[in-house]
Every structure is written in structure tokens, then in C-alpha cells.
């Protein structure tokens, strides 16, 4: 992790042709997510690398990772599907965006510049329920896409704050619910 981030600073001090940024994220979760884990989730953790193609467009990657968890009570159906058993269930979902990005932004590279944004790419699910010694665990590759709005903030030469709120999606899979979740990242970039 730190030589990536060492290649990816070194990269970004030739001029704001690309940068590398680290955020902290907390999510809501929606729809189905909501369903399952209705928690705020205040754990989640970002790295993107974007470069410019023009002064106002950007491409990069996307890598993330939420988690969501929830303690409830309830029925819960034994994974082979011969009864139900009653009683406390942890249920956590913990979500892996792995997204292509493009981004739009207004205004000078040197000031506050807001932008809107597009993800597509891949989420990784781990959907799991716990009770007692039984649990049903459901592990997914899912397509899907994050729009997002954001701004970043220059702090130094080389240093600027990042917060983006990103909204996303990943389609239902299998037996993978479609998650979605709203988030809010707070970061720095170089």
C-alpha cells in the first residue's frame, strides 16, 4: 500500500494531470440494503486515482469498501430450507465497489471546484446472517454503477480535500439482494 501511494503521489506532483485520493466513508443504506441492515454504517474506507484528459474531464478507478451491520430479531430460515428458528441475527453486508470513473468539473483547478461524476464497473457482496451456530453467508459479483456529486477544496501545492456524495447501486445477482447505499466520503488527495 505505501509504495502504490509513494507511485501514485510522485505521479501526482507533475502538475494536476492526475491525482490519488484516500476517504473516509459512512452510508446509508437503501432499498434492499435497508431491508436487510437498516443501520447507518459509519466504517468505510476509499482509494481513487483519476487523471485528466482535458482541464474539465477526468477518468480513474474506484476501490471502496462499506459495512453494513445490524443486530435484529426474528425468524430465521436454516439455509437448507427445513425450518425456521427464532431468536437475535447479526446480519452484516460488506460491499467492494471496484468502479471505472469519469468525472466532470466547473470552475479554476487553483479554487473550490465543484463536479458530477459516473461509476460503472463491479461490487463484490458478502451478505451474512449469523444466529447462534447457524449462518447463511451469500458471496456475489454484481454490476453496477455510482453517480456522484462532490467538490474538491485545494489545501496546499500539492494537497487538496475531497467530499463526494456518491449513490450506489449494485443489480441483484443470484440470490444477492440489488444493495444500494448512499455515501458520504471525506478525503484528501495528492
Known sequence: FVALLAVFTTTASFGQQ????????????LGETQDFTDAYSWRGISMEWRWFTSEQVSAGVFFGWNVFHNKVSGDFLLEDRTGTISGTQLRTVNAFPLLV??????????????YVGLGVGTYRTRQQT?????????NKWQFGFAPSVGATLPLGSSVM???????N?????????????????????W
Open 161 to 167: 480535500a475531497n467530499l463526494e456524495v456518491r449513490y
Open 18 to 29: 492526475s491525482f490519488f485520493g484516500i476517504s473516509y466513508n459512512s452510508s446509508m443504506p
Open 101 to 114: 470513473t469519469g468525472h466532470y468539473y466547473f470552475g479554476d483547478e487553483l479554487s473550490f471546484r465543484p
Open 169 to 189: 447501486y449494485a443489480l441483484k445477482a443470484g440470490d444477492a439482494l440489488n444493495h444500494s447505499y448512499l455515501g458520504i466520503n471525506l478525503g484528501l488527495a
Open 130 to 138: 449469523t444466529m447462534g451456530i447457524f449462518q447463511v453467508d451469500t
